[in-house]
């Protein structure tokens, strides 16, 4: 006895705005052992009930029930219906329950125009603005669809009902190449006669301030809007109405939103005048970089009551909601019209209890609200999110409660596919919290830090954590759409920048670009290698290294091309084991020389490159890859391994040498003993971003379990478990954050949500 419970669509649970057929895959549920398909059937339809099939595959002999792609031709903007049937040991089980997916706009037909309620008088500001249009329907409707995207970021209502669950809409993509568009089916908020189509627009990661160097208008200087809607009726006819100067603008009652600023509200705004509104602006903005968004849109993923309310010694009213986590504060607020209230949000108490925001360096993280009527008010914010667990009421009528307040946690929508329990409750807090520094920190990119003024998609955090994002939840559209942003944001020569999308180049003094380089750090630049790799690794989708191709051979090629003497990868800045204990301390940078971790990341890019050319059938280029790897093991091993001794006396270099497998087999166990030795001598850990992830696999892989044990236990500094035992509910950037007595690490650089270590 067997069903087919969950079909997924492209590796995900939904799809809206595919513009080819998804690839499905399929669970079963079955009873007994050593279940196996030995065939399937698949129908496609433009109906639920399968009364007008566009698709038929027959029963077709097959294993496989995972990665299968129907070629189908598709129309734009329409609702498909797919179903699957399976076979096994000659019984055939029932269809499955059907699931649908939305198509986008495959012929790319865009009749519409980005329009602005701003001028080049606003470059400065980052208030908010409404897009408005009436549209006359006067036939019945059977189905309409809408695609809508921003510069900036948006929500957009129908006759005053908002359209879709996505917050901070459009998201964040590289702007000069590629611009993210939602696709919506909105027939059920249509009626017949008058409709008003509204789009509330802010500034976001377009034109906002952005960066610890405080730069605003890194992408353009007004904020636009663009929206196409198709509707099709039921006698057979389309009309599309599309944004162009036809709409009018007003500023909405956003008065100050940013990413890192926080939000000024004034409800008496609410809504515009009649003279208020007035004619748009068209914003220059290639068509052609539209592209779908498929999944993994940022949505409002849970809600945290207030857990206590308290009051400092210095007597702030300060609300504590248990979890450190991303979103903002919904609350409810009572007073007399024109009454100001202001919260403040952040991460932690100092050691006297009080409210420190010193770690936020130039973050506001304030909501301000105007009430706009003598009533209990309900306000949630719109373009801008905050890292923090606690909310400080900076100003606040006396009467506020509980019950008022909820925190709303954000992430990109991922479906949560692993989990790690145990007895050990230290343990099972750890793994809470590397699950909860991920939801903090995959905002449509890997930010490394949720709180202060970064929140950049930095490449190293990324590629460090990969493997563990892709085991606790379904990564597949966000690190797609991710990684697209890497090929676009990658030089010409290969180089990849530290952050994508890259906000830092272009920003950068030539005396910077100079010195340092702003991009093709080893170990970060090697995100173009190793998500990908890790993510093939976790769905089995070969479309993920074939996209990604071309841009894996570019860095390895780019390390090729600048090599030293001795076969070392050499250039400009490099991070090397970041924040490593074993540093000099005058710098972030650990003891490990860089030549060495850029010889190790060389070899682990260049093997999967050639591993990712055999999987996809380019024999000669693979061969010619494993070649060159062989070569450049040999120079390795004469470098760093004369006689099977390793020369860099480092814990992260024994711990990169064994988990990469870069040393010979029979000397492997002598290197793991001589790192027990290492930490014996130093009496913990001292690895930093490259050595920790290889640590404890380099010990249990080869046989010093013991030793790894001894170090997952540790709850004194430096250790996993050391936050925890301080209250840690999200993983630390620094081991000790905060210290013992309650003191704190320098506020230059102190994330308390900063998922690398987990």
Not at 207 to 226: D, P, W
Not at 671 to 696: I, N, Q, S, Y
Not at 713 to 725: D, I
Request: proline share 4%; glycine share 8%.
């Amino acid at each position: 006895m067997f069903t087919i419970k969950k079909i997924l669509l492209d590796f995900m649970e939904e799809a809206a705005g595919v513009t080819s057929f998804p690839v499905l895959s399929w669970q079963f549920a079955a009873t007994g052992r050593n279940f196996r398909q030995s065939a399937f059937h698949i129908q496609a339809a433009e109906r639920a009930d399968f009364t007008q099939l566009i698709y038929d595959s027959g029963e077709m002999a097959g294993k496989d029930s995972n990665g299968i792609k129907p070629h189908v031709k598709l129309q734009s903007g329409r609702r498909y219906y797919v179903r699957v049937r399976a076979a096994a040991e000659g019984k055939w089980c029932t269809w499955s329950e059907p699931v649908s997916f939305l198509t986008g706009n495959i012929a790319e037909n865009w009749q519409g125009k980005f329009i602005s309620a701003e001028t080049p008088a606003d470059k400065d500001n980052s208030k908010g603005t409404y897009l408005c249009k009436e549209i006359q329907l006067d036939k019945e409707v059977e189905q309409a669809v809408i695609y809508t995207t921003a510069l900036g970021l948006y929500q957009f209502f129908i006759n005053g009902q908002r359209i879709g669950r996505e917050e901070l809409a459009p998201g964040w993509t590289a702007y000069q190449k590629r611009l993210s568009y939602q696709t919506y089916e909105v027939t059920e908020y249509l009626k017949n006669g008058r409709n008003e189509l509204r789009a509330h627009v802010g500034a976001g990661w377009y034109k906002g301030m952005l960066t610890f160097h405080h730069v605003r208008n890194l992408y353009g200087e007004q904020t636009a809007f663009f929206g196409q809607l198709h509707v099709r009726y039921t006698d057979g006819t389309e009309d599309v109405f599309a944004t162009d100067e036809s709409w009018l603008g007003a500023d909405s009652p956003v008065l100050f939103a940013e990413i890192y600023g926080g939000e000024t509200y004034d409800a008496g705004k609410a809504e515009p005048e009649a003279g208020m509104w007035h004619t748009v602006q068209c914003v220059d903005y290639p068509l052609n970089n539209l592209q779908p968004q498929t999944a993994s849109p940022i949505r409002v993923a849970g809600e945290i009551p207030v857990q206590k309310m308290l009051v400092t010694p210095k007597g702030e009213r300060v609300l504590d909601f248990g979890q450190n986590m991303s979103g903002w504060v919904k609350f409810k607020v009572r007073g007399a019209k024109g009454t100001q209230v202001k919260l403040h949000c952040f991460e932690v108490l100092d050691k006297d209890g009080n409210v420190y925001l010193e770690n936020l360096r130039e973050a506001k993280e304030t909501i301000t609200y105007i009430k706009g009527s003598d009533a209990e008010e309900v306000f949630t914010p719109h373009f801008t999110y905050q890292g923090f667990q606690y909310a400080w009421l900076e100003e606040w009528p006396d009467d506020a409660q509980a019950d008022d307040f909820t925190a709303q946690v954000l992430h990109s929508d991922m479906p949560q596919t692993g989990s790690f329990a145990c007895s050990e409750k230290l343990i099972n807090q750890l793994q809470h919290n590397i699950l909860w520094g991920l939801k903090g920190n995959f905002l449509d990119v890997p930010t490394d830090c949720p709180q202060r003024d970064e929140r950049l998609g930095w490449t190293g955090d990324a590629e460090i954590f990969s493997s563990t994002a892709n085991f606790l939840v379904n990564t597949h559209a966000f690190y797609q759409k991710w990684l697209g942003d890497l090929v676009a944001e990658q030089a010409d020569n290969g180089a990849v920048p530290h952050v994508v999308p890259d906000v830092l180049t272009p920003v950068a003094t030539p005396e910077m670009i100079e010195h340092m380089g702003m991009d093709g750090a080893s170990g970060w630049a090697d995100a173009a290698t190793i998500v990908p790799w890790n993510l093939y690794l976790a769905t089995g989708d070969i479309a993920i290294l074939r996209r990604q191709y071309d841009s894996m051979k570019k860095w390895v090629s780019f390390m090729d091309a600048r090599m030293d003497e001795q076969g070392r990868f050499t250039y400009k800045m490099q991070f090397g084991d970041w924040l490593a204990l074993d540093g000099d301390g005058k710098t972030p940078l650990g003891a490990t020389p860089t030549p060495f971790t850029c010889s190790v990341y060389h070899l682990v890019s260049l093997e999967i490159v050639a591993r990712s050319a055999k999987i996809l059938g380019y024999l000669q280029e693979a061969a010619a890859f494993n070649q060159k790897l062989e070569k450049l093991l040999r120079r390795f091993r004469a470098n760093y391994l004369p006689e099977g001794e390793l020369t860099v006396k480092t814990q992260s270099a024994y711990a990169m040498v064994l988990a990469y497998k870069l040393a010979p087999a029979d000397i492997r166990p002598k290197l793991a003993k001589e790192l027990v030795d290492m930490l014996e001598k130093d009496g913990h850990l001292v690895t930093g971003f490259m050595g920790t992830p290889c640590l404890c696999q380099a010990l249990s892989e080869n046989g010093q379990t013991a030793a790894a044990w001894k170090l997952l236990e540790r709850e004194e500094f430096p250790g996993w478990l050391y936050p925890v035992k301080q209250g840690a509910t999200t993983i630390w950037e620094h081991w000790d954050g905060k210290r013992p007595d309650g003191s704190f690490c320098s506020p230059d650089m102190n994330s308390f949500n900063h998922y690398a270590y987990g």
